[in-house]
């Protein structure tokens, strides 16, 4: 029998009512809370990150095949056209990890409706193109029946408000060229919504058969191939190898992260947010039960002095105690996942925290629960728990069981 373990379990049992047992209490219940925030941080944190990724790889794809371009822009239109070439678009289908390649083109526009006009990018796909989880799209997807080129648009909400117009209605697209303009009236068959005004202001979806016609292009012109995942955590893997073994100049391979690079540098900017935030609830929760431990050890000096003037060693005896912190900070820990996790699910399906749409990209806080981090929080709060609980621990050997053991 581990003996140190059955004192401190013991010890643990027998303290109802006492005032230990309410230090151990209070102990338990900073420890719990503490977890909890670290948890729920971590996981908002990792959803808001998720969120606002998800939204751009639906919108973008995840790597992109665009004929070399030395700005490196936000804009993927370009006047040159380059040849759809079913033999890559198969090469790159068969690649693991990729879920859809599409050609796309775009070109400017200009929407008018109700005397009202906005400025796009209209990006042209053909049925194979489709949004990933991020999007939301009410309405109906376009038609791609017609022979010639459908006449159906997707706009989005943010547009659609602007021009005060809804699904079903007719807008009038206005192509410059040349300084003429060359007009064509089209249907909204759907509206999308990303909560991105990088997003949102600024694309709408068409047939890209529209603007090959509008651009005096050939059926196989196109300004590139979009590529999407199942897992952006291959993106440069994929990328890299279709930029070095089956593609060649002008074309270049590069992901929807590079293109877009201020945003995800400033996601990256969040985790300095959630590791401070760690931080200071792990420093919290040390102090917590350093305090803790010191106060049971003054308390329970008559103890500590029995135990010694019996004969236990040292090492035996700071055990005890240790024991009784790793049991302090499990428990907590157990009820801290407990509240995290709940609150988190909450969240998750009622929507209890509203967040500004135009500042954060989204309407609710999100959350994102990632197993292993939850794992690596707990296992680091109770290893830090009891490593920390040395220091204090040295107070035993100042403990005199001539003096703590005397009859009063």
């Known amino acids: 029998m581990n003996l140190p373990f059955f004192i401190a379990r013991r010890y643990l049992v027998k303290q109802k009512g006492t005032f230990s047992s309410f230090i151990i209490k209070l102990a338990i219940v900073a420890t719990a809370l503490s977890v909890a925030v670290m948890i729920v941080a971590i996981a908002v944190v990792s959803g808001f990150k998720f969120a606002i990724s998800e939204k751009l790889f639906s919108f973008m794809g995840h790597v992109h095949i665009v004929p070399f371009d030395e700005t490196r822009s936000n804009s993927l239109t370009y006047s040159d056209p380059v040849y759809y070439n079913h033999r890559l678009a198969d090469s790159i289908k068969k690649l693991p990890h990729v879920l859809a390649v599409s050609p796309f083109a775009e070109r400017p526009v200009i929407v008018q409706a109700h005397g009202g006009m906005e400025g796009i990018a209209l990006k042209g796909v053909n049925q194979e193109y489709h949004f990933l989880s991020g999007i939301n799209i009410i309405g109906q997807p376009i038609d791609y029946s017609d022979t010639f080129y459908s006449h159906q648009i997707l706009l989005s909400k943010t547009t659609a408000d602007r021009l005060n117009i809804n699904i079903g209605d007719t ?95 400033w996601l990256q900017l969040q985790n300095v947010n959630g590791v401070i935030l760690l931080v200071i609830m792990a420093i919290v929760a040390i102090i917590n039960m350093g305090a803790v431990l010191l106060i049971l050890m003054v308390d329970r000096a008559r103890m500590i002095g ?103």
């Open 306 to 408: 029995l135990l010694k003037a019996l004969g236990m060693p040292f090492d035996q005896t700071r055990s005890i105690f240790l024991g009784i912190a790793a049991m302090i900070g499990a428990t907590g820990i157990i009820f801290g996942n407990i509240i995290a996790l709940g609150l988190c699910w909450l969240q998750t399906h009622y929507g209890i925290i509203k967040l500004p749409e135009d500042v954060y990209y989204m309407r609710y806080a999100p959350i994102r629960i990632v197993w292993w981090e939850v794992a690596v929080i707990d296992l680091a709060t109770l290893v830090l728990c009891v490593f920390c609980m040395w220091l204090p621990a040295l107070y035993i050997r100042r403990v005199q069981p001539a003096r703590v053991l005397q009859f009063k």
């Open 171 to 265: 807008v009038q697209l206005d192509f410059v060229e040349n300084g003429t303009p060359r007009l064509r009236r089209v249907k909204v068959s759907g509206l999308y919504h990303s909560g991105m005004e990088e997003v949102d202001s600024k694309f709408g979806i068409c047939d890209i058969r529209l603007l090959q016609r509008m651009n005096n292009w050939t059926a196989d012109s196109i300004n590139g191939y979009q590529v999407d995942l199942s897992d952006a955590a291959w993106s440069d893997t994929v990328t890299n190898y279709i930029h070095y073994n089956l593609i060649n100049a002008p074309l270049e391979a590069y992901t929807t992260t590079d293109n877009y690079a201020a945003i995800f540098d």
